[in-house]
């Protein structure tokens, strides 16, 4: 549900996703205001990811502290100036290629981090992603729960939302956003994550109407170049991000994405089958 003026305090909105929106605040800066009032949890495991990425060299916005408006929690942080990779394709398809190697880069470096100790491990948000998704046939969810149990734990930190709409392009260069589905854990889910989403994933509500229409294409050759990127800055394990696949689809369906849900029971139908 959408918050109504007031419960921001009148503030002007500048920006919205499915998890939170985004309002302006004193000084410049930006209030992020998640959408679920029981989110303070995930409003401090945010901040604390977001100083790690920083300290391995990511460039994250400043978090200057937390406060509920209307029941709700929210983190000021620095407000980036600049479009996100979404926008910036929507307006500029051609530079479709840059951008993916630009993300490749970028995850690379993220995924360098170790995460804090403290914050839920990427098993334990799966686990509860699958769960959650009455839409997810019982046999694909036992499927998937299975497959998960052999996986490694891991201690890197994993963005698990990092997609071309999640980055801003900064005066200073790009600038890594949303870090509400971050967790601790092996970061070839994290490829894996971000791979499924270039390759099926449906552009977050405002998309330019030219994203839109390119969404499918455009996200395979996002896919591809994204990998090769990646790849050069931080060997990718084949193996290790296709054994990944298949909890992470299912753990999608626990986003409630309907547009979606065909694809990734497909996916999930013929990893089965192998």
Same mark, same amino acid.
């Given at each position: ?42 409003? *401090?495991?945010? !901040?604390?990811?977001?100083? $790690?990425? +920083?300290?391995? &060299?990511? /460039?994250?916005?400043?978090? #200057? ?39 490749? *880069?970028?995850? !690379?470096?993220?995924?360098? $981090?170790? +995460?804090?100790? &403290?914050? /839920?491990?990427?098993?334990? #948000? ?10 997810l046939p019982l046999h694909l969810a036992e499927f998937a729960l299975a497959t998960l149990e052999q996986l490694p734990e891991g201690e890197k930190l994993c963005h698990l939302d990092f997609h071309p709409g999640n980055i ?100 999930l139908e013929q990893a089965k089958t192998v």
């Amino acid at each position: 549900m959408k918050a109504e003026p007031d419960q921001a305090n009148g503030r002007a909105k500048i920006a919205e996703g499915r998890e939170a929106e985004m309002f302006a605040w004193e000084d410049g800066k930006v209030l992020r205001l998640l959408r679920d009032a029981s989110g303070a949890a995930a409003n *401090e495991r945010q !901040a604390e990811a977001m100083r $790690a990425a +920083a300290a391995c &060299g990511v /460039r994250v916005p400043a978090v #200057y502290g937390t406060t509920v408006v209307a029941g709700r929690p929210g983190l000021i942080m620095e407000r980036i100036q600049g479009s996100d990779l979404l926008s910036v394709v929507g307006r500029k398809p051609w530079t479709l290629f840059f951008d993916a190697i630009l993300c490749g *880069e970028v995850h !690379a470096q993220l995924n360098e $981090a170790t +995460a804090p100790a &403290g914050i /839920r491990t990427v098993k334990e #948000y799966f686990q509860r992603q699958i769960a959650r998704s009455a839409a997810l046939p019982l046999h694909l969810a036992e499927f998937a729960l299975a497959t998960l149990e052999q996986l490694p734990e891991g201690e890197k930190l994993c963005h698990l939302d990092f997609h071309p709409g999640n980055i801003i392009m900064s005066p200073d260069g790009p600038v890594v956003i949303d870090w509400s589905n971050v967790c601790r854990g092996d970061p070839w889910a994290d490829v894996a994550r971000t791979e499924l989403m270039l390759q099926i994933g449906e552009p977050p509500p405002g998309s330019p109407i030219l994203v839109r229409m390119l969404a499918r294409i455009g996200g395979r050759i996002l896919a591809w170049g994204y990998r090769r990127a990646y790849t050069r800055a931080r060997s990718i394990d084949k193996r290790a991000v296709a054994a990944w696949k298949v909890p992470v689809a299912a753990a999608r369906m626990g986003d409630g994405i309907e547009s979606e849900f065909p694809a990734i029971v497909r996916m999930l139908e013929q990893a089965k089958t192998v």
